[in-house]
DNA sequence: CTGAAAGCGCTTACAG
DNA sequence: CTGAAAGCGCTTACAG
């Protein structure tokens, strides 16, 4: 059997209070010196651990936080979801993940936050869902997590939750991202400029092409949806749908918009199969069209034509949120929080020096090819 | 506050350990039907949860896998990691996952248990740890945790632990892959094979590769390790490493040994790598150079030669090890198992239809780039 | 600064 | 089939 806390008071020749306050960070100060001293050594020598459960259930709660975190195979999201944890670990916290895909197929947020107590967490962070985990299921997990006891954290969902949810928040600026991106096009003299992005990109991506468009005075709009082209089946990796879907995309857009100059992508991996297909119909970037990505995948910088990009501000948002947790645990009780992390617009050569004139060649017929 | 057994109780009339036993999946069958519906009525009524940390405390151990893992940001330990959780889940096990990562730094097995013990799983799952967790930490910690009443299962660790040690095994051949894949090229004709792996490769692609030439008689070998052009610096993802590796290495060998008509690569990056390294000096493929891969990474047939590589039987080990973690914890207490599952060659385009003469062209000097 | 005692919420022989 | 009681290992007012 374990050592108990019983055995090191029986060798101290003390009581178990005595050892629970000398074994306790935060109690051990009134513990004599000289006890102290002797319990510690005594304790070391026995190999003692705190029994987590008996602890636990003592205090009401464990000392664990729990990690939910939509891990689907793309790599921004297993990067943000690793960064995350790594900070809740240099913020001093244990912390334990769950993958969201565990939880999504209960689908009430009464079963969600069932599920999730099972494991007495002592807070909860959520590390932006999957997308089909809407905001209200989102709200409603918190309000019953609260009402639990387990404060909750959301972190980089697409998405602020309103102020009356009684949890933390914090996002990247996908907006601001997208508005700057468009500008960024918009001041090298482009007008009509493409947009590739997704469902699950709408919040962000879409409304900040709009309100930068709008900023300029400018009324059309090319907008390709590309989740026609994606298949978000569970076995197939989201890399090659989006490479696959920017390049029927782009070749889409074009053929049916040739005016469009500059096209801005949902993500990096569409803009790459955007450059692609683009090649595919004699286009040249940034000599034809300007592309714009979203990410900054390790990649884009090795590019034949490094890709302009938004970068995410992964290491921010991770220190930011651990930071919110930390202080919440001990004892922060003011407002609760809803921030936003800007992320940088990250200038390569995918834009040119701005556009000269007309589009030199026509969009050709697109080449057999996949 | 939560509903405890003690108000079920009051309110059905019985006593705690009736409705203990009523609300437990095994012992319900000792309740007398009608009492039994009555206090499920009643708890579902209240919103009853079991308290995990006093059910952990008077049984002795939670309900909970811990599942360790290798979080790189490498698409294939991912993938392998959301797989083995998932097989967990289907297993009928409540799962949650520690990244490797988090124990690393502990250093001895000892104070590894000790982290590990702290959240008190009913068992320990662990997959294929970093490289540089040795094999004999990892035999020292299934030795303790199992002297603590923890089981542990190790999944696709790059080797198989002694006989002696407390735990289950389960892995995946590399040895034989490796063999698979260079008697493949033998049996296409080439007799001068380049194998470009890395250190941590060392044990399957190393081997296998050698055992192979060995069972043709063959002694001269060609092996580049690509150890010096890979940096695993967590902050740069393995990704572009793994490619411009294969990129150097490739050139690197054909230069030294022109000779060299074919090219076993420890993964599909670096295959890819490889590719554009010859491509760079002039070569083909398949037509002056035959390759084949490892892992089957999913744009492995999308590539222009579509590439021929070991695929990654991660469904097979995953349900066998999930089923051997099932099993243990229901009881099964026959002698411990080293299961190896076989990894299959798949065959596509990079070898093309076998060595048809020598190779056409030189090796050219190599164009400037990166 | 320290100890005796009650309590956290559940399970499990034991006795009926 | 059911209940009274002890116990899992820790913490925490309370009293000294």
Sequence with gaps: MNVRLKDIARQAGVSEATVSRALSPSRSSM????TL????RIADALGYHHNPHAQALAIGRSAVV?????YTEDYMMNVKALRLHSALLDAGLQAQIIPAQSLQDLGSAEK???SLLLSAPMAVAIRSLATNWHLELLEDLCGILWDRGVYTLIADHHQLPSDAVPADAISTDRVRAAEAAVSHLLKLGHRCIGLLASADQT???????????DEHGISERYEQPIDQ???YAPERPYLSQAVQAGYLAAQDLLRRCPEVTALFCGSDLVAIGAMRGLANVGLSVPADVAIVGFNDEPWCSHLPVPLTTIGQPVEQLSARA???LRARLAGDDSPWRRELVPMPLIVRESCGQGLVGPRRWPVQEAVESS
Excluded: D, K
């Design 37 to 40: 001293a002797r319990i510690r």
């Design 203 to 213: 919040f962000g991506r879409i409304v900040g092409y709009r309100r930068a468009l």
């Design 66 to 70: 729990s990690l939910v975190v939509a």
């Design 112 to 114: 969600i936050a069932a």
């Design 229 to 231: 082209y994606v298949e």
């Design 322 to 324: 651990a930071e919110m």
């Design 31 to 34: 513990v004599r010196a000289e």
